[in-house]
């Protein structure tokens, strides 16, 4: 009995560590020559006056950011590493547990916001821009709600904020 | 007779002494048991029996075990030693990392400012692209708001039926 626990539990572990998440797939990419990481996590709040301007709600809420990471791919001509990356994004979208905040397009333009909690007040905001020649992958993680996370684009995209008054009405 | 149905009243109700219990055994053992008490004799009898058995595997006497004097310096030099070279293994594989820097084309730059503004510029390209690909439903959003104005004066018109209906009742 005690074998096919141990055994059991294993199996788990190793499928566990095999599962890819965002940690894994940020972590796999970053250190890619053809990719441009950037990761921001102490001193937000330095970021947050000059990202969110006078707005005292805005700056609120960017001191309530933990992360902001970001992957960007510039090559266009690479078409395979595009392709590998979507893939992996996709399942990670799916098996994380993500739901679709935004999803917008325009000429060759796309952007996509995916949303989901980690946490009793953790929440993580993936955001997914594709472009002719550049793809870009926004992991934005923090004590916030949805629609403080949308805030974020607020300042300057009053649409959203406008779409959520529409949802709420 | 008599004596030995009210020990085994006594017996059967748990009151009886170890003597008279010794008593009732020696009776039964005795074999000289009446018809009526017969009935009873197998219940001493295996009692006795049960009392002759043996463990088949004797139970081991459990003795404390008896550790070795170790020096207590010895251990904690011993442990003091693996937390260490835990920590140097730690810090080899996982050095302190500075939380913001940014990785181009594989070079690594440790530069705060560098970062945040790149952060910063993706960020805004970012509400760019939601302010242009978001303008035809912000333009719907607003032609339904102007569509629904006059549907305010709708409230009004409520208002002044109930005023109309207040009155008519106090009259």
């Excluded at chain 2, 020696?26 to 009898?45: P, R």
């Amino acid at each position: 009995m005690k074998r096919i626990i141990t055994v059991v539990a294993i199996i788990l572990m190793v499928t566990a560590a095999k599962a890819q998440t965002l940690q894994s797939l940020f972590e796999k990419y970053s250190d890619d020559e053809r990719f441009t990481y950037v990761t921001v996590g102490s001193g937000m709040m330095n970021f947050a006056s000059k990202f969110a301007g006078s707005d005292k709600k805005g700056k609120e809420m960017m001191s309530k950011m933990k992360s902001i990471k970001i992957l960007t791919l510039t090559d266009e001509s690479n078409s395979t590493i595009l392709k590998s990356i979507t893939q992996e994004l996709d399942k990670v979208v799916q098996t994380g547990n993500f739901e679709t905040a935004v999803e917008a397009r325009e000429k060759g333009e796309r952007v996509q916001i995916y949303y989901r909690l980690t946490g009793k007040d953790n929440a993580d905001m993936l955001i997914v821009t594709k472009e002719k020649s550049e793809f870009s992958l926004i992991w934005i993680s923090g004590k916030m709600s949805k629609e403080e996370m949308m805030h974020t684009f607020s300042d300057n995209g009053k649409n959203i904020n406008l779409m959520y008054q529409g949802e709420n009405s | 007779m008599e004596i030995m149905n009210e020990l085994l009243e006594k017996y059967f109700k748990g009151e009886t002494s170890v003597c008279e219990e010794n008593e009732l055994k020696q009776y039964f053992k005795a074999g000289n048991v009446s018809s009526e008490l017969k009935i009873y004799s197998t219940l001493f009898d295996t009692f006795d029996s049960e009392a002759l058995e043996k463990a088949v595997n004797p139970l081991k006497k459990l003795t404390q075990r008896q550790r070795k004097p170790i020096r207590i310096w010895i251990r904690s030099f011993a442990y003091t030693g693996i937390a260490a070279s835990l920590m140097l293994f730690l810090f080899i594989k996982y050095p302190f990392q500075v939380d913001n820097y940014a990785v181009v084309s594989g070079n690594k730059i440790e530069d705060t400012e560098f970062a945040e503004k790149y952060v910063e510029k993706k960020l805004n390209h970012v509400n760019d692209m939601l302010n242009k690909s978001m303008r035809p439903l912000n333009n719907s959003f607003e032609n339904v708001r102007n569509d629904l104005q006059p549907m305010n004066k709708l409230i009004n018109v409520k208002e002044k039926m109930e005023k109309i209906q207040n009155t008519i009742q106090i009259k």
